[in-house]
């Protein structure tokens, strides 16, 4: 289990690389001048070429880009992102809270997602073909299928507007979590349930099912057993949730002011600080990377003969 734990570290890392490398290429081939941008966020009345050249030797932007680069990745290890165009303060202590505001959305978002997904899809499963299989797919589909902004803003209007209910924005009290999430589960529960209903119908058919059966074994114990061996097809997939919830909260936090990272990668890309957008764009990457090893040693753990072909 070592050995395949440090071989998907190794692979990890040079795929983290190469995500660092396109986030800095991709950010330095914007069509603005970074240096022009520093000033006009300070206020500069008049932006001459001598005040972009004395900026960019500040900065180090005079340096070649190659240089630039492991400059601002050795400095990235450090959780050190420079420095805010628009406000000057460091580029972590800005990104950090809103990371972690994210998280937790994110995190018990993910929850109740994977809870629901298991709980919907061993139904499903278990009345394949029936109403209430039929009935919750479709109900699924309609759902999956709403714009999830259009969504918030029913419930926000019916729910916090008219019945007073819960806050409209915010993270003031667990209150505040309830509208997020319950968007959030419905754009991707819908989803994930579907893989579990499927790999659940796949080893209902199994061979080991009807033996089990044959030899008495109460049901409860026998469909325990299914969804294990089910689970270990939706392991990957759960453990993904994260990062792609996490990546895809900016419509969310925005309806709900939620300060979060979808809010400030927002603002940063309308008032064009750069140094946010990297880092924004760096943590995302680095998180699916990171979620996706997770994944597979976890599937490793639970089947030996993963680690054994590799």
């Known amino acids: 289990m070592g050995r395949y734990i440090l071989n998907r570290v190794f692979i990890a890392t040079p795929l ?26 300070q206020g500069v009345p008049k932006i001459t070429d001598e005040l972009i050249v004395q900026t960019k030797e500040e900065l180090g932007m005079d340096q070649p880009f190659i240089i630039r680069y492991f400059d601002w990745l050795i400095a990235s290890l450090q959780l050190d992102f420079g420095d805010s165009y628009v406000t000057g303060k460091p580029v972590w202590s800005l990104i950090a809270p809103a990371f972690l505001n994210s998280f937790k959305l994110t995190f018990v978002s993910s929850v109740v997602i994977i809870i629901m997904s298991i709980l919907i899809g061993v139904i499903c499963a278990l009345k394949e073909g029936k109403l209430a299989d039929k009935s919750v797919r479709g109900i699924s589909f309609f759902l999956t299928a709403m714009p999830s902004y259009w969504l918030a803003s029913i419930l926000i209007w019916y729910v916090s507007v008219k019945l007073n209910l819960l806050p409209t924005s915010g993270m003031d009290s667990y209150k505040s979590y309830i509208l997020p999430v319950i968007i959030i589960t419905v754009s991707y529960a819908g989803i994930y349930f579907r893989n579990v ?27 325990v057993h299914i969804l294990r061996n089910s689970l270990q097809v939706s392991i990957s997939i759960f453990g993904m949730s994260i990062p792609i ?9 925005n309806v709900f002011a939620w300060p979060g990272l979808g809010s400030l990668s927002v603002k940063a890309i309308l008032s064009r600080d750069f140094p946010i957008i990297q880092a924004y764009v760096l943590i995302l990457a680095a998180s699916f990377v990171l979620f996706n090893t997770v994944s597979d040693i976890i599937n490793a753990a639970m089947n030996p003969r993963i680690r054994n072909d590799l």
């Open 197 to 223: 209903r499927s790999s659940m119908i796949s080893n209902l058919n199994e061979d080991y099912v009807l033996y089990c059966r044959a030899c008495g074994i109460p049901e409860k114990k026998i469909t």
């Open 16 to 41: 983290l690389l190469i995500i660092s490398f396109l986030t800095f290429v991709l950010i330095n081939l914007s069509p603005l001048d970074p240096a022009e941008v520093v000033l006009q966020a």
């Open 245 to 253: 919830i996490l990546g895809s909260t900016v419509v969310i936090e």
